[in-house]
Structures are given as C-alpha cells and as structure tokens.
C-alpha cells in the first residue's frame, strides 16, 4: 500500500517475512538523464542505510534496515508507529511544544557531535512514538561531516523548515532546539555552530541584514 | 470612463526598464535598456552610471508608446529591491522625481515578488510553485498564509551568475542580442559526453559555487570540449533545480509550476520541469521573455496591486533595500483556490 509518494522515492507499507514494514523506492526520475540518475539514485540507496546505522551509534534512534536492493533502488525497513512530529506540533500547548523541541534538538546535537549531518531536517522527518521517543528517519541526503559549515546549513534547513511550515511558532520552537542542541554540544560549539548559520543565511543573496 | 495607469521603474540590476500599464492589467509599454559591460560582470558603478544616462530617454519612449501624457499616470512604482544599490538608487531617484512632480503616491516594489505577480498574470496561472532563476537570483517559492514563503533558494551564487562566469571563464563575450546564457545553451545542445560534476542539493537549497569551481577547473584542463562541459554543466545544475523544485511542488501540492526569471528562457531547462510537473499533474507555465527578465511591466502591475491595498509609501521613507527578502512582504490581493 502506497502511504505518500515524496519527490524523491515512494514509501510503501507492506507485509514482509511476517513484518509490518517500509519498502521504500527511489523513483527514476525522466527529467534527468539516465546517467546522472543512475548515479545519484544507486549512491542514495547505498549511502541511506549506512547513515541510519551511523545514527544509531550516536544514540539517535533510527528505524531498523531489514534489506537493500541496490539495482531496484529500494530500502526495506522498519515500520516506525507513531505520528510526524509536524501532524502533531499545532495539538500541543506552548511547554509541550518546547519541551519537544528541546529533545529535537539534542538528537540533532548528538548526530553533529559524531558527524553526522542529517540534510533535511524538516518536522515530517521526525516521528513520536507512542512510546515518547523521537525517532529520525530518511537519511537520503544526509553525509558525513565534522565541518562546522555543514552543521550550520543542516540548522539552517531546522529552521526553514520551521518558519515555511509552522511560521506561527517557528521562533519558539527553534529557540527550544537551540536549547537542546548547546546541552548535547557544548555551549561553545553550538554557538560556534549558530554564528555560522547566521553567517550562511547571510550569504544568501537577499538578507535584510548583512 | 477614464482609465487608471501605473508606471513602474525596474533597475535592481544590468537593465532599466520602465512599463506603463492599466489597473486592469493591460500593458501599454515595456521599454528596457541594458548595460553591456565592456568586459567582466556587472560593474554597480558602471550600471548605475548608464542607468542615469538613458532614464529619460527610456521614460519618453515609454510614454510615446503607450500613448499617453505624464498627468495621466495614477501611481508610480520603481524596483525597491533586492539588488545593487547603485543601480537601485537611480531608479528610485527617478521614481521619487515623477512621484513628487506628478503629485502622485509612490509605492516600492519588491523585485523578486514583481516577477512572480506579472508571470502569473501573463501566464494565467492562479498558485503556482515558482521557480525564479536569474543571475542575481535562484528560488523556489509558494504562496502559504499571507505570503510567499521561500522554500529553497541558493546557498551561494545564483544559477545565472554560475553559467556567466562559466562562459567568461570560457572566453565567451556576450552580444547584446545574445546573452551568456544563450550561449552556453547553444554549446550545451552539441555536447555528447556527460562530464561528472558535484551535484549540490541540501534538503531544499541548493549550492553551485562548487559546481561552479569544478567545471571551471576541468575546462582548464582541456581534456573535454567547451560542448561536453556546458552540456554538463547544464544537466548537473538543472537536474538540481528541477529536484528542489519538485520537493517543493511535492510538499505544497500546488496545482501550478510557473517558471521565469532570465534563465527561464533556457529549453533544457523548460523541458525538465514540464517532464516533472506532468508527472505530478500540474500544469507548467514559462513566463515569456519579456516579461521573465527584468522589466519594467512587473513593476508597474505589482505597483497596481500594492496601490490597491494602501501599500505606497511616503517619498521621506522610500529608501533602497538591497537586500529585502521576498518572504518578508505580505501579499494582501492574493488568493488561492482552497480559500
């Protein structure tokens, strides 16, 4: 069964040797030419399931990856239950809303501080279980990096996110993370991290400030 | 009945343009001039200065055109930002002069928000997911509650500057009717060899400085024709646009991609995104040439809708905004078809 159909792959949920499970599979893309798609189609399949594992070891929890089937594009893995962080962020009062974002924010402390850069950290990324664990999942564009430029724009992207989907909150909310994500950090190098982000929206052509 | 007119001031960049057009959308003029630098980019100072030259020539031509007095203009409206300082100034001056001598309201634009407004009308495209690539600019935005919300743009340089500075590094001279891009287009199309270069998409936004670099380094090292490295140059950068643009049609569920800005012109371009936009059912719309660079039209009927809902300013406040977001205007007139 077909449960969203992104840009870039289709999720399915399917039964699979006995388990509830996510077949996830990278669409061709026709715009593209078949070079450059293969290319960038077998490198996301390959690159997803090892950066879910590289998470977990940083004690971020990441859905279980059953099987990979590189010439098909495709990723099995584990249904995560639970609701989208997005579907559920306008439920709650003001203090849920923050203390969430605070544990959002030292799960994206804890993939920076072992060198993982997520890539598209957007609130329809993160699932609450019912359990009260987030887990992170679709690691298709995210890499390994210790760079201080790379954890500014996966912040960046935080925050963007925040502001294009939940602008009424979005400010609270990325406070909140900032929160979590100097606990897990440290203060200085969150900081570190914050002034490069500032830096890199600077950078965008059109910031009023500058 | 007599008609109401706006005159608008486009000169954020290389071109000054001024368009005259009725509150109802008709375009009576669109005159433009463009600065062609002898060598190298854009130089502010060089274009602020041919700006300053031709304004009055291109304000008379304008009115000749359209037929119609200086006295009979109801609203004047000039490029207020993003864009070079200098040239926006020239611009703005022009436009307080008219204001103050018409003893008519002024109102500031936001360049970015006038592509978008006049690709739209041209195209008749209702909500579109826009896709704006010009050499100072590369964005992907959508209407969402009250505004258009910027959901990817470039983390560096713009796609444009990224192909100019390709063809100038590759010895290219622009012509005045033919740009760079145009060029690298014309290249591209006879390229056979795919030439791999780093493909730069970071969740929505999209980076081309490296790109930029890496084509540029390979080109010097001769080992592949000008052809194959437009050729992939192109590709690489397109495929790039046309994914962030996807995610944003993907997430929005928009029922429109409305493509404009210089590089909208380019048909490789054109036909990725009309690939991509069928697939999600959604109509594709190329703002025509004239009205997809800059021009002084878009100002003019973006003039027109800002005038509408009180949005003019007094000429004491009526400073530039280099760098004025296009996220941070509220666009009272639009509505989408869900509301």
């Given amino acids: ?210 | 009945m007599r008609e109401d007119y706006c005159l608008g001031i486009e000169s954020s960049a290389d071109d000054f343009g001024v368009g005259i057009i009725s509150f109802n959308g008709e375009v009576l003029a669109n005159v433009n001039d463009v600065y062609i630098p002898e060598r190298g980019g854009i130089h502010p100072r060089e274009a602020s200065r041919h700006h300053a030259m031709i304004a009055s020539k291109v304000i008379s031509e304008a009115f000749r055109r359209a037929g119609i007095k200086p006295k009979e203009i109801e609203v004047v409206a000039f490029s207020q930002g993003p864009g070079l300082g200098p040239c926006l100034r020239v611009g703005a001056t022009v436009a307080r002069a008219l204001s103050s001598y018409l003893n008519k309201p002024l109102v500031g634009v936001n360049h970015c928000l006038a592509h978008i407004e006049i690709g739209k009308m041209v195209s008749k495209a209702i909500d579109p997911v826009t896709l704006y690539v010009s050499g100072g600019n590369t964005i992907v935005a959508a209407f969402e509650a009250k505004r258009y919300r910027v959901f990817g743009e470039t983390l560096d340089i713009a796609i444009g500057n990224c192909l100019d500075v390709f063809a100038r590094e590759a010895g290219l001279k622009p012509l005045s009717n033919k740009p760079l891009g145009a060029m690298v287009e014309e290249l591209a199309s006879r390229g056979k060899v795919f030439v791999r270069l780093p493909y730069t998409v970071k969740g929505m936004d999209m980076s081309f400085s490296g790109l930029l670099t890496a084509a540029v380094n390979i080109m010097r090292e001769g080992k592949y024709s000008l052809e194959d490295l437009c050729f992939s140059l192109q590709e690489v950068a397109f495929s790039m646009l046309t994914e962030v643009t996807e995610r944003a049609l993907a997430h929005t569920e928009k029922p429109e991609v409305l493509l404009t800005g210089g590089v909208a012109a380019n048909k490789r371009l054109q036909t990725m995104l009309k690939i991509m936009s069928d697939e999600h059912g959604a109509r594709f719309c190329v703002v025509p040439r004239e009205y997809a660079t800059d021009n002084g039209a878009m100002i003019a009927w973006t003039g027109v809708l800002c005038y509408k809902f009180g949005m003019t300013i007094p000429i004491e406040r009526s400073f530039v905004k280099m760098r004025w977001r296009l996220d941070e205007v509220e666009v009272p007139w639009v509505r989408t078809q869900n509301m």
């Fill in chain 1, 1 to 210: 069964m077909l449960i969203k159909k992104g840009a870039e792959a289709s999720i399915y949920l399917e039964e699979w040797c006995g388990r509830k499970v996510v077949f996830k599979r990278r669409h061709p893309k026709k715009h593209r030419m078949p070079e450059l798609d293969r290319e960038i189609q077998i490198q996301r399949t390959k690159h997803e399931p090892q950066m879910i594992h590289r998470a977990k070891e940083a004690g971020v929890p990441t859905p279980i990856i059953y099987t990979v089937d590189l010439e098909e594009a495709s990723i099995i893995m584990e249904f995560v239950e639970g609701k989208q962080i997005k579907q559920i962020l306008a439920e709650l009062s003001s203090e849920e809303r923050i203390s969430l974002c605070y544990q959002i924010g030292k799960i994206i402390g804890r993939l920076h501080k072992n060198g993982i850069i997520h890539g598209d950290l957007t609130t329809s990324n993160m699932i609450l279980t019912p359990y009260g664990n987030i887990v992170l999942i679709d690691f298709g564009l995210s890499e390994q990096s210790m760079e201080v430029e790379a954890r500014g724009v996966d912040l960046h992207l935080m925050k963007r996110a925040l502001s294009s989907t939940h602008y009424e909150y979005a400010d609270e909310c990325f406070n909140a993370i900032i929160k979590g994500y100097g606990e897990i950090m440290g203060v200085e190098a969150a900081k570190a991290v914050l002034n490069k982000m500032i830096e890199i929206e600077k950078r965008g052509r059109y910031v009023s400030e500058r």
